[in-house]
């Protein structure tokens, strides 16, 4: 089993949390299951296995070259193929698909698009010189020189970009406990022009995100608790009560806190990729 994780240059450090590379054989598939996590990023697939990922009353079959995917709205089961996994990945900032696009966020969040349907003249001649480099860590190399294009391109923010960057900061210090009329008047905007500015850059509504984010914040303490303290969790995030934290649990996860906690506890020596 190989997992490496890469962190990327300093100038890309703005829209790439990391870049990642996973591989390991096995002569059978394993199931994942996936708490809807704060996660954009790009996965490359050169080894022709194929994985499946089942959400929203879909199956995607994963088995295209390069993939895009937006930010999660539910849980996600993941299938790997019986012979195992070989996958590069980018875990990207939340506005980072928008910058390096320029495509509405609306037409990608929670879906798994082709690289080929976004840069239909480029990907192939960047799949070619990935494949052809000697080592994981050319080939990551190989990668960033294609974002750092991107990136320059497109280097222009508007106003609608450093609006919900700006919120981003608030929404995370408060681990998504802040009231939206709060957060406009924090940044100085309307109620519509920052939902317009948060479908445009990031793909769904600032409430929904920053549930999102509380929920991630609450799957951390239930990681972390010998015994899940519910009171707690509702008293610091904000939820209005236990009943409200355990429906919101539900709805991101697919299942309840104990049960999420017992499933960590089971499959705790899984192979898993590593920045989910």
């Known amino acids: 089993m190989i997992n490496r994780i890469f962190l990327p240059v300093l100038e890309l450090a703005e829209i790439v949390q990391c870049y990642w590379y996973s591989e390991t054989i096995k002569n059978e598939s394993v199931i994942h299951e996936y708490s809807t996590p ?21 199956q995607l079959s994963l088995y295209k070259t390069g993939y895009i995917y937006g930010q999660p709205l539910s849980p996600r089961l993941f299938t790997t193929d019986p012979k195992g996994i070989a996958i590069y990945g980018v875990k990207l900032k939340p506005t980072a698909i928008s910058r390096l696009t320029g495509i509405s966020m609306k037409h990608i969040a929670n879906k798994f698009i082709c690289m080929t349907d976004i840069w239909p003249n480029e990907m192939e001649s960047l799949y070619d010189e990935m494949q052809s480099s000697l080592s994981v860590d050319q080939t990551i190399n190989v990668l960033e020189r294609f974002l750092l294009k991107k990136m320059r391109a497109r280097a222009q923010k508007n106003n609608n970009l450093k609006m919900v960057e700006n919120a981003l900061v608030t929404m995370h210090s408060k681990n998504g406990n802040i009231k939206i009329n709060t957060l406009e008047n924090k940044i100085h905007t309307s109620k519509k022009s920052l939902h317009r500015a948060f479908t445009s850059h990031i793909g769904i509504g600032p409430k929904l995100y920053s549930q999102i984010i509380r929920h991630n914040k609450a799957k951390i303490m239930v990681q972390n608790a010998l015994d899940i303290d519910t009171i707690s969790i509702v008293s610091e995030l904000g939820y209005f009560d236990q009943s409200h934290f355990l429906s919101e649990f539900k709805r991101f996860s697919g299942m309840t806190p104990t049960v999420y906690h017992t499933n ?11 920045v989910i």
Do not use: C, E
């Not at 960590?264 to 590593?274: E, G, W």
């Open 38 to 58: 704060l996660l954009q990023g790009m996965a490359f697939n050169f080894s022709n296995l194929r994985d499946t990922v089942n959400y929203d009353n879909v």
């Open 264 to 274: 960590l506890k089971r499959d705790v020596n899984k192979f898993r990729i590593p």
